[in-house]
């Protein structure tokens, strides 16, 4: 094997779980972790003498199906690094959505925000950094995940409050909040065997799966406290299922919500709702 592209295309045939496209992808991040330059640089500094052995293994655990995020320690999420591992959920595209509606529809500085569900603390950073003056809460019933968050807090530089408690049994010592965003647990337990490998088997079932019998639960107990927790005005955001939207809809409709908006991702499928708290 005398250069890059050989090594990468030879190591990308052996990931059978992914797409070309995906395994390609892998391997190119891989790389540019193990080795510490871009692959721009690699397609002319490459030797294949230099590659260690914790790249090696590394690259067995890329096979056994284990997502690369949690291999190198981390996963980017709206322009910054977030450090990740199995006690949190890897930041998805989707989410970075929910956090553009938000910021680019409050645009008053000093809002008041609580975010429910912390996992790596990508949600309540990103808001905190990016909204001039807010004052940012965020609450997990993981105290693991609060650990990773924290470390996320700290090395990005970010003001945020922790909070550890459950949701489903307890009650923020908050009030007057300007906005209440959450994306909660939602995939129903019967939807497991259709969960790619690399999600089923690595990351954490705590901040993934609702009973198949009541798939809202944290929808209607969060947006039942978001009426005791928001100020009037206040904005409730979700990210929802993508099987679940009118259903959602029709919940927040019925504890007195207004405005309530069903938005689409970029791959056209409902992904988040936002809502009015009329107060």
Known sequence: MSNYNELVKQWASELTQYSP???NNLINWLLEYHLGIRKVDMLDAFEENSLSESLYQDFERLKSGEP?????????????????????????????ELVHMIIKENP??????LDIGTGSGCIPISLALEMKDSEVYTADVSEDA???????????????????????KEMPNLSDLDILVSNPPYVPEAEWVDLHSNVRDFEP?????????DPLLFYRVIAEKAKMLLRPGGKLYYEIHNNFGPETVELL??????????????????RMVSAIFPG
Request: charged share 30%.
């Open 21 to 23: 496209e995906e395994a």
């Open 146 to 168: 609060i650990e990773v968050a924290m470390e996320n807090a700290e090395h990005l530089e970010a003001e945020v409050t922790f909070l550890h408690l459950d949701i489903l």
């Open 68 to 96: 690369v995020q949690y291999i190198i320690g981390k996963a980017p999420f709206y322009g910054r690094e977030f450090f990740v591992d199995e006690s949190v959920l890897i930041p998805r595209n989707e989410t970075e």
């Open 108 to 113: 008053t500085p000093g809002m008041k925000i």
């Open 253 to 270: 409709e019925g504890l007195g919500y207004k405005e309530i908006n069903l938005v689409r991702d970029l791959n056209d499928k409902n």
């Open 205 to 213: 079932g705590l901040a993934l799966f609702v009973p198949d019998h």
